[in-house]
């Protein structure tokens, strides 16, 4: 089983709508967790942090479940500058593992 | 804003040869690293350091790397000798704690002939 999972896509969603995407990881003490979001040949820019306790940033929302080994992310009202791909981060003893990422397409 | 700056954009390299890959991370980040990505695929963590030292490293970063940080501000990657697999994207990236979030650079698109 691979220690970060993401669900690949490619999401196909149009203007304004919700769009959840959902992240699972192995090992139980992982101890930090990200979303980054990457466009094409692009860096990797810090999306938001995960807390348990959830956190939400104008329209994005993030939640993490330790006792699934679960993390969400949650985009409203969808724009078209949202189109990338979604990386889940998790930090566990100085091992820092990127999920292969979900391929987002917001479509006018 | 501060950000991470790579040099040189793209490097094409000979298999067989050295290169130096050169990063600037955030000027008050104590943590540094790099990452690789191979076309198509996902980021890969390669090596960790911090206060001159590596503090974590991959399975990855095998006896052809070392990283090294000369001054106050460069972080520099160095492929000893470089094969085909070896192309790629590297990213380097900085943070003020190590479970902090990280800034990356633009990258370095390195490609061996």
């Known amino acids: ?108 | 804003e501060p950000e991470v700056t790579q040099t040189p954009s793209h490097q094409v390299t000979q298999m067989g040869q050295e290169v130096i890959l050169r990063c600037v991370p955030i000027s008050n980040h104590l943590y540094f690293y790099w990452y690789r990505q191979i076309l198509g695929q996902k980021v890969e963590f390669l090596v960790s350091f911090y206060n001159n030292e590596i503090s974590e490293k991959s399975e990855i970063f095998d006896d052809q790397f070392s990283v090294e940080r000369p001054d106050g501000s460069n972080f520099t990657l160095k492929i000893r000798s470089t094969k085909l697999e070896d192309s790629a994207m590297y990213f380097c990236a900085s943070s003020w704690e190590d479970t902090y979030e990280q800034y990356f650079g633009p990258g370095t698109r390195l490609t061996v002939t």
């Not at chain 1, 949650?74 to 999920?99: E, Q, W």
């Open chain 1, 1 to 108: 089983r691979k220690e970060v999972e993401q669900d690949p896509g490619p999401f196909n969603v149009p203007e304004g709508a919700t769009v959840a995407f959902n992240c699972t990881y192995s090992n139980s003490a992982s101890q930090s967790f990200f979303w980054y979001r990457q466009d094409c040949r692009k860096e990797p820019k810090l999306l938001m942090s995960v807390y348990s306790s959830g956190n939400e940033d104008g329209r994005f929302t993030a939640q993490l479940n330790r006792a699934s080994q679960y993390i969400s992310l949650l985009i409203r009202d969808s724009k078209l500058s949202d189109s990338a791909t979604y990386l889940c981060v998790v930090f566990r003893d100085d091992k820092i593992i990127f999920g292969k990422g979900t391929r987002l397409h917001i479509l006018p």
